[in-house]
């Protein structure tokens, strides 16, 4: 939903995902046609509307169709449907830790046009009104499932509800070639040799002689075989269990899952690995492993997808799941000021002269300092330690 209480002519929302730049990424943009695009621009065809675009991509940026608001109060339903699929290196003996620390940016941008003679003059002419920054808090083991209202500012007075979805969807051998070796590499050498051999035995031929394979080498593979595993699992069974909830009940659908214990998945894959003497045969049955199992993210994230995106029920519980996890975060702040009783007695307003005292109190707390932030923030919304304006409205 889209809401704008001031005059202009044509307007669009930009996006785009946005890595620190020593992070090596690859970020691929998928435009999908909501259920009913086909009706709109049918509709639109009928009412002789040439003047709107359609939904595209300019170089790393999403961009909304572009849509006409008229000389009122305004609600427009954009319904445009973004995916992005983002790949990055990790270092494979801390998956979980650095891919919940990666710092991953939604940049929003409201663009507009006053002008009417033709598509290309509008594109030519849009010029950006205002953006806001959101900070993506991805835990691969949990997913990221939230709707927020994104203010912009007050001159144009209007507002954009995000629906955004986020989950681990494949592990694999990298890609992507960068200058120089990051930090972040599978491989601690050249980023060329880091293949899941080198992840699993190091930078070391490998044998298929089980008299030639010593069981620590055997045992340390196993373990970073159980990790891999063990969070491609654990990312299928959050997603599960939030999809599962939804159909149950927040849709009212009658089709069902075919539920997975990804425990027990996971015991019988490590019970099977551990059968393996040699590192060869090892190597082919844990890629075999990797592999079935990122086909089942891949294929679980495809129906939840088409299950949940524009669903009106689902996004009401996302927003008033926000809310209250905004909201209760600071719920149980509660800080006292002491005054002497002089200070109490003459004519001293705490309100005016101690104001800065008391900010400085609260940003130095504990509380304050221990404080999570949410896993899907705007800090010019939420508030800013570094800024007075500690708490959003």
Same mark, same amino acid.
């Given at each position: 939903?889209? +809401?704008?209480? +001031?005059?202009?002519?044509?307007?669009?929302?930009?996006?785009?995902?946005?890595?620190?730049?020593?992070?090596?990424?690859?970020?691929? %943009?998928?435009? @999908?046609?909501?259920?009913?695009?086909?009706?709109?621009?049918?509709?639109?065809?009928?009412?002789?509307?040439?003047?709107?675009?359609?939904?595209?991509? %300019?170089?790393?940026?999403?961009?909304?169709?572009?849509?006409?608001?008229?000389?009122?109060?305004?609600?427009?339903?954009?319904?445009?449907?973004?995916? +992005?699929?983002?790949?990055?290196?990790?270092?494979?003996?801390?998956?979980?830790?650095?891919?919940?620390?990666?710092?991953?940016?939604?940049?929003?941008?409201?663009?507009?046009?006053?002008? @009417?003679?033709?598509?290309?003059?509008?594109?030519?002419? &849009?010029?950006?009104?205002?953006?806001?920054?959101?900070?993506?808090?991805?835990?691969?083991?949990?997913?990221?499932?939230? /709707?927020?209202?994104?203010?912009?500012?007050?001159?144009?007075?209007?507002?954009?509800?995000?629906?955004?979805?986020?989950?681990?969807?494949?592990?694999?051998?990298?890609?992507?070639?960068?200058?120089?070796?990051?930090?972040? &590499?599978?491989?601690?050498?050249?980023?060329?040799?880091?293949?899941?051999?080198?992840?699993?035995?190091?930078?070391?031929?490998?044998?298929?002689?089980?008299?030639?394979?010593?069981?620590?080498?055997?045992?340390?593979?196993?373990?970073? =075989?159980?990790?891999?595993?063990?969070?491609?699992?654990?990312?299928?069974?959050?997603?599960?269990?939030?999809?599962?909830?939804?159909? !149950?009940? %927040?849709?009212?659908?009658?089709?069902?899952?075919?539920?997975?214990?990804?425990?027990?998945? #996971?015991?019988?894959?490590?019970?099977?690995?551990?059968?393996?003497?040699?590192?060869?045969?090892?190597?082919?049955?844990?890629?075999?492993?990797?592999?079935?199992?990122?086909?089942?993210?891949? %294929?679980?994230?495809?129906?939840?997808?088409?299950?949940?995106?524009?669903?009106?029920?689902?996004?009401?519980?996302?927003?008033?799941? =926000?809310?209250?996890?905004?909201?209760?975060?600071? &719920?149980?702040?509660?800080?006292?000021?002491?005054?002497?009783?002089?200070?109490?007695?003459?004519? +001293?307003?705490?309100?005016?002269?101690? /104001?800065?005292?008391?900010?400085?109190?609260?940003? !130095?707390?504990?509380? #304050?300092?221990?404080?999570?932030?949410?896993?899907?923030?705007?800090?010019?919304?939420?508030?800013?330690?570094?800024?007075?304006?500690?708490?959003?409205?």
């Amino acid at each position: 939903m889209f +809401y704008v209480l +001031y005059i202009f002519r044509f307007y669009q929302i930009r996006t785009a995902l946005r890595t620190p730049p020593k992070v090596p990424s690859k970020i691929e %943009i998928t435009l @999908q046609k909501s259920q009913d695009y086909a009706e709109k621009q049918l509709n639109r065809k009928k009412k002789g509307d040439d003047n709107e675009i359609p939904a595209h991509v %300019i170089n790393d940026w999403a961009v909304s169709r572009t849509f006409q608001i008229l000389y009122r109060s305004e609600d427009i339903a954009i319904n445009d449907v973004i995916l +992005y699929r983002f790949h990055t290196l990790v270092n494979s003996a801390h998956l979980e830790d650095e891919i919940s620390k990666l710092e991953i940016q939604l940049m929003v941008e409201l663009w507009f046009s006053e002008e @009417q003679n033709g598509t290309g003059a509008v594109l030519a002419k &849009a010029e950006c009104a205002s953006q806001r920054q959101l900070n993506l808090h991805i835990n691969p083991t949990k997913g990221l499932h939230h /709707h927020v209202p994104l203010l912009f500012d007050y001159f144009h007075l209007c507002c954009v509800e995000l629906t955004v979805h986020g989950t681990l969807i494949a592990i694999h051998q990298p890609f992507l070639s960068v200058p120089k070796q990051p930090k972040t &590499a599978w491989s601690s050498r050249n980023p060329e040799l880091s293949t899941i051999e080198t992840v699993y035995f190091g930078d070391r031929q490998i044998s298929s002689d089980p008299e030639k394979c010593l069981p620590i080498n055997l045992h340390a593979a196993w373990q970073m =075989h159980h990790r891999i595993c063990n969070l491609l699992l654990s990312a299928y069974e959050s997603l599960q269990s939030t999809f599962e909830y939804y159909l !149950s009940d %927040i849709c009212g659908s009658h089709s069902k899952l075919e539920h997975i214990d990804c425990h027990q998945k #996971l015991q019988k894959i490590m019970d099977s690995i551990r059968l393996i003497d040699n590192e060869e045969d090892l190597i082919q049955n844990g890629t075999r492993d990797i592999t079935q199992l990122c086909a089942a993210n891949v %294929i679980l994230w495809t129906q939840f997808l088409e299950t949940v995106t524009l669903d009106q029920g689902i996004i009401f519980h996302l927003a008033k799941e =926000h809310h209250s996890i905004r909201v209760k975060r600071l &719920a149980e702040g509660f800080f006292m000021h002491e005054y002497p009783k002089n200070e109490c007695l003459s004519c +001293y307003e705490p309100s005016y002269h101690g /104001h800065s005292d008391l900010a400085a109190m609260v940003r !130095s707390s504990m509380y #304050l300092q221990m404080l999570p932030p949410l896993d899907l923030e705007c800090l010019e919304l939420d508030g800013d330690l570094l800024s007075k304006n500690l708490v959003g409205c």
